[in-house]
């Protein structure tokens, strides 16, 4: 999977692009599949082109801003939960206000050059060279934090440890699961940085809405306009980034903060797998301008906002009643005792699913690939009966197309959608991988409780069905 995954983002990368299509021709006719061909295709930069010394200068520049956002801006400072070997770590929470700041110099940027701003045409321009600076980043995280676990002290005087299942004695897979459960810096003028929870909500969370930013000013700057698709995919997946940010204090309750080491898996997952597979659906919708009228529009909302409401109700009644099981808004929730002390809901949400707010997550992938409609097109000249005819995107030199070429779906239509669609697939694919670990975690930790309450609670995440 080390290298697996930073190959499945290049793919996503090339096979979908503006030269010949989403996706390129030449992956439709497999059997006559040419290299050359498909090098040409997919506008290979060769090994070189993959990365640059200065977009990585920028990208490092990135990280730097933020790293110094988190130290001088207002926010609050909030404390994790209970370390197995003692103590609580404290954190500093502003993402929220980091993420407005550069949204707001972003927004200011926008309004005096539009979608020529330095920032969105630096993001299209160098779109691959970024995702080589991030994985760069991601794998040298995932090697300092490995080496520096082993200054690990048990007497935990710095409150350090290890995660419990993070020090199997195998290099590889510690290096990649995380040996550390914790991993802190401490910088000048800035103070001590969590680097998981630093990951966890800042590069690649801002990084996401920035990306579907810069594909947005794309598709007008080409197409003369920004069509309700887009916008729908990006207004979605920044009110989610924004409300995890918003909620930044709900996040040292979850797994990834409280169980899981830092290293190549969050490393990577935070910093490159989030922003660039998360946004591919806008940066095809930036090629291919499909617009969906009201009914369409409609539909997607309902779908969205259907999503986000299971997912964010049931986690803040679950943040809820673990912080304050005396708040008004949870006081009546019917709850069972369990020997190691914790209360787990049988009630509201909870009592629906075991896992519901992962229900909400997966509902909320379809409205972000929905927009995309039957996706596929081809780049051709005009007047080209030879790929199939089908569906054009009117576009063409007049809507900012190259001139002499068209956007036609022709023999793609279809088959784009396993790209624009992926998302969806996998994030159910990780949803129940994420809850079958859940599940196991929580039989050990309650035993024969865990038992019971599955018994009163019988459904996993789909009520009735799993």
């Known amino acids: 999977m080390t290298l697996g995954l930073p190959l499945v983002v290049y793919l996503l990368s090339f096979v979908c692009n503006d030269v010949a299509g989403c996706p390129a021709p030449s992956t439709l006719h497999p059997s006559t599949l040419d290299l050359q061909s498909l090098k040409r295709e ?77 920032l969105w045409t630096f993001i299209w321009d160098n779109y691959i060279q970024i995702v080589t600076a991030n994985t760069m980043i991601a794998f040298a995280l995932a090697s300092f934090v490995y080496v520096r676990s082993f200054s690990v002290k048990a007497a935990n005087g710095d409150k350090r440890e290890l ?76 009110v989610y980034t924004l409300d995890a940010l918003w909620m930044e204090p709900s996040v040292l309750t979850t797994m990834d903060i409280t169980t899981d080491g830092f290293g190549f898996m969050l490393a990577f997952g935070d910093l490159v797998w989030l922003p660039f597979t998360y946004s591919v659906q806008t940066r095809y919708l930036a090629y291919y301008p499909l617009s969906l009228g009201i009914l369409g529009t409609l539909g997607v909302l309902a779908v969205g906002a259907s999503g986000f409401y299971v997912f964010r109700s049931s986690n803040n009644e679950k943040n809820r009643f673990r912080t304050d099981p005396a708040d008004p808004r949870v006081a009546h929730l019917q709850y069972m005792e369990t020997k190691s002390g914790s209360k787990l809901l049988i009630s509201g949400w909870w009592g629906v699913a075991r896992h519901i707010n992962y229900l909400g997550d997966w509902i909320m992938s379809w409205a972000w690939c929905l927009p995309t409609g039957i996706a596929g097109f081809l780049v051709q000249q005009k007047g080209d009966a030879g790929v199939g005819g089908g569906q054009s995107a009117g576009t063409g030199a007049a809507g900012g ?48 409780d865990w038992q019971a309450y599955k018994r009163k609670v019988p459904s996993r995440i789909l009520p009735g069905v799993y």
């Open 42 to 118: 997919v506008g290979w930069p060769g090994v070189t082109g993959l990365a640059s010394f200065s977009t990585t200068a920028w990208v490092l520049g990135y990280y730097a801003l933020l790293l110094v956002l988190q130290g001088v801006l207002p926010g609050q400072d909030g404390q994790g939960v209970e370390l197995a070997s003692g103590g609580k770590l404290t954190y500093r929470l502003n993402g929220f206000n980091s993420a407005m700041f550069v949204l707001v110099l972003a927004l200011a940027g926008t309004i005096a050059q539009g979608a020529d701003f330095v």
């Open 401 to 448: 197309q190259a001139a002499g070429t068209e956007l036609v779906q022709g023999e793609a239509r279809g088959w784009g959608m396993l790209i624009t669609y992926f998302y969806m697939l996998y994030f159910a694919i990780l949803l129940i991988h994420r809850e079958t670990r859940d599940e196991q975690k929580c039989a050990k930790k309650y035993g024969d």
């Open 163 to 238: 995660a419990a299942g993070g020090f199997s004695g195998n290099l590889i897979y510690d290096w990649f699961i995380g040996r550390e459960l914790n991993p802190r810096v401490t910088l000048p003028f800035i103070g001590a940085v969590d680097i998981k929870e630093f990951c966890e909500l800042r590069p690649g969370m801002l990084g996401w809405i920035l990306l579907n930013l810069a594909f947005v000013a794309h598709q007008y700057k080409k197409h003369g306009h920004v069509t309700d698709s887009i916008l729908l995919v990006t207004a979605f997946q920044a």
